[in-house]
Structure formats: structure tokens, C-alpha cells
């Protein structure tokens, strides 16, 4: 799959790498243990379109 590059043109798929749901707010250094582990691992996982980070 060739991907619009609006920089550099079409580039190959294999050139680019998920990233994680966009928008997440990183916590503050000083979260608990749990906010950390939420931030980290727990995704909304919905079903449909979705915006995300490559």
C-alpha cells in the first residue's frame, strides 16, 4: 500500500509504524501506580473510525 506523503510523495506502508490512539494526555511524574498503568496499557478500543498516531 503506497501512503500520501504530503513532504516526500507516496511511500510504502513498511516505512511507517502505529503509534498509539492520538490526543492521550501524558500524566504527571508524580501519578499513582494505577494512573501510570492506564495511561500505558488501557485503550478505548472502540469499534469504526478513529484518529491515531503513525
Known sequence: ???PCPWCG???ESEF???GEAHL???ED???DKEWTEYIFM???IKGEQKERW
Do not use: A, I, T, Y
Request: glycine content about 6%; overall charge positive.
Open 10 to 12: 507516496e511511500r510504502d
Open 43 to 45: 485503550r478505548k478500543n
Open 17 to 19: 509504524s502505529f503509534g
Open 25 to 27: 494526555e501524558r500524566p
Open 30 to 32: 508524580s501519578c499513582s
Open 1 to 3: 500500500m503506497l501512503v
